[in-house]
Structures are given as structure tokens and as C-alpha cells.
């Protein structure tokens, strides 16, 4: 088994570059796709909207209440149209009559969602001609003319919802040894890390997210060497019970299995002390990752007190870092796997 020194890992920090990938996949999945099943986004470069197109009728009243309803974190209601590109785009998704947003109020036509005079329309020769003073709302055709008709017929509908905001979650968050490559939907970005060299093992949570503040979660680490246990067994510092060897990390994850806990206890202790343990340092985290609860960050001669650590839920992690000078036998501790 070998250990990276202190002179090695500085020698690969200078000639890794670290290269970092952020691959946006926006085109791959529709941004709409976050607001529900059957929400699309027609074609960006007309209009941004997201769209839903009903496969029930509905009255135009229950239409709205319906749009109004399956979104309204992104203020979704029937669809308004504003311009010939956006009528010619939603006449081309449909292939029968159905309700659109604009209905008759007070002998003015508005959108129902937001109010707005209808300022664009496209209504078919000759109308709107309000038959029998009953035809207020407006219907579009699969040919993209629009109609009046009475708000109680009960026919197909058309809503639209403002598309979500995209994360802005910039580059991820750089490794020393390893590469990231992220892929970014509407509404989140996924970063995954690699490593390779002398220190070729990934170690933490991987993939990391972004989330919806922008902000990237703790990223994982290279590390040269982690030992990945379970059951019973006892772990030791490099070579001892000879003396540990300079400018060495090493980690050891226990797993003690599902409903199960690791008990861990110290038997021989002998770590170089110093203040904060800035030198020589063996840690004990409740947890799988480096960034999981400090159990004990320890260095001494003699056995830390308590000897025994016991995790709260099936891992358990054990740190050990060495600097480039001075070193001693080191430490062994025992493990083993009992219910939580």
C-alpha cells in the first residue's frame, strides 16, 4: 500500500489543471416540463409562455377556474394572445374550437386573466356579432380565427403560465484533483465530479445540486485513499505500529448497514499534539461525509476521553491527516456494527 507525501501532493497540484465543464441542457428538456405533465413550450422564439392544452370541455367559467388553478405559482389562466406570430403558433397546436381568454365586459373585450384590453385579435369575417346578446366569450378555431360564442357552451381550452425563472447557479464549485461537469435544467443544476492521478477516488456526496438561491452545495473531495468497511473489524494509522509516515490523508467509512449503528473505540493512541490539532489530526464524523457532525478531532499521546464513539444512524466516518514533519506510531481502533 502506498501513501501520497506531502512533496507529492504538491507536485500534482501544480501540474493538474483543474478543469471545470458546465454544460447547460436547456434544449434537452422543456423548461415547462417543471410546472406539470402536459405544460410545452411551443416554439421560444415566438413567445416564452408555457401552454396546457385541455382534453375535456369545459365551460368558459369552469375553463378559467381550471387554468387558474393548475398553476397559479406561475400565474396561469386561459391563454391571452398578443400578437398574428403567437395566434399562428397556438392555431397550429390545436384541431378543435377552444376557449380563449378573452371574453366581453361592459361592451369591451379583455383577457380574463390579466385585464388588458384585447388590443390583437383575429376574429373570423363578420364576427364578433354577439348572437342574441349572448355571446360573450371568444372561441378560437383550429384555423386560427376567433369566434364569439355563449360563456355556457362547454368545448376544449387553452391556458398559459409565465415560464419558470432559470437557476442562475454560474460554475460549480471547484476540487484540487478533479473535474466537474454540470447540467442545468429550468430549474436546477446537477454537478458531478470525477477525479484522477494520485488521488482517484471520489469522496462525499456526488452529485451535488444547486438550488433555486443559486448557491452550490459543499462539493466532495479527491482523496488517494479511502477504505470502505462494514461488519467488525479494527482500523490503524499507516504502518503502525511503526511510526505513520508524513504528509499522508486517509479516510475510513464504516457502514454498518441498514437499522444498524458503528461502535467505535480507540485502543492505542499516539498522534503528535498541537494546539487545534493543526498538525496531526485523527477526526470522528457522525456521518458518511467530511461535512457530516464532528464527533472528536484529536491528537495526544495518550487515549482520548471517551474512547468510545458510537454513530447516530449506519455510517461512520474516521479522518486521519498528517503535516510534513515529526511523526509517531500512530493509533488503532476497533469497530463494529450493533442496532440502532
Not at 435544467?185 to 451535488?208: D, H, K, L, R, W
Request: charged share 15%; aromatic share 10%; glycine share 8%.
Amino acid at each position: 500500500m502506498w501513501y501520497v507525501t506531502e512533496k507529492q501532493r504538491l507536485e500534482n497540484t501544480t501540474m493538474i489543471v483543474l478543469v471545470i465543464t458546465l454544460l447547460f441542457a436547456m434544449a434537452a428538456a422543456d423548461p415547462c416540463d417543471v410546472i406539470g405533465p402536459k405544460w410545452k413550450q411551443l416554439d421560444p422564439t415566438v413567445s416564452d409562455s408555457c401552454y396546457f392544452f385541455s382534453s375535456k370541455e369545459k365551460t368558459f367559467a369552469k375553463a378559467e377556474a381550471r387554468c387558474a388553478n393548475k398553476a397559479p405559482n406561475y400565474g396561469s389562466h386561459l391563454v391571452q394572445i398578443d400578437n398574428a406570430g403567437e395566434n399562428q403558433m397556438i392555431a397550429g397546436a390545436i384541431t378543435k374550437t377552444s376557449w380563449i381568454g378573452a371574453h366581453l365586459v361592459s361592451g369591451s373585450w379583455e383577457w380574463v386573466g390579466s385585464g388588458d384590453a384585447v388590443t390583437y385579435n383575429n376574429w373570423h369575417s363578420n364576427e364578433p356579432n354577439d348572437h342574441k346578446d349572448d355571446e360573450d366569450c371568444a372561441q378560437m378555431y383550429s384555423d386560427g380565427f376567433w369566434n364569439d360564442q355563449r360563456c355556457s357552451k362547454t368545448i376544449l381550452y387553452i391556458c398559459e403560465a409565465s415560464p419558470p425563472t432559470p437557476v442562475n447557479c454560474g460554475t460549480p464549485t471547484s476540487i484540487s484533483h478533479g473535474t466537474a461537469t454540470a447540467v442545468c435544467t429550468a430549474v436546477n443544476c446537477e454537478a458531478t465530479y470525477s477525479c484522477s492521478g494520485n488521488f482517484p477516488q471520489v469522496y462525499g456526496p456526488n452529485p451535488i445540486l444547486c438550488g433555486s438561491d443559486g448557491s452550490w452545495a459543499q462539493p466532495p473531495a479527491c482523496v488517494a485513499h479511502l477504505h470502505q468497511l462494514n461488519g467488525s473489524g479494527n482500523i490503524t494509522s499507516p504502518n503502525h505500529p511503526e511510526n505513520y509516515p508524513n504528509g499522508v490523508e486517509v479516510y475510513w467509512l464504516i457502514d454498518a448497514g441498514t437499522n444498524m449503528k458503528v461502535k467505535l473505540e480507540f485502543v492505542v493512541f499516539n498522534v503528535e499534539p498541537s494546539g487545534g490539532c493543526r498538525f496531526d489530526d485523527v477526526q470522528v464524523r457522525d456521518g458518511q461525509y467530511l461535512s457530516s457532525p464532528l464527533m472528536l478531532s484529536y491528537c495526544d499521546h495518550q487515549l482520548p476521553n471517551p474512547t468510545i464513539y458510537t454513530s447516530t444512524g449506519q455510517y461512520l466516518t474516521v479522518y486521519f491527516k498528517t503535516d510534513s514533519s515529526i511523526t509517531y506510531s500512530g493509533f488503532m481502533a476497533t469497530y463494529e456494527s450493533i442496532p440502532q
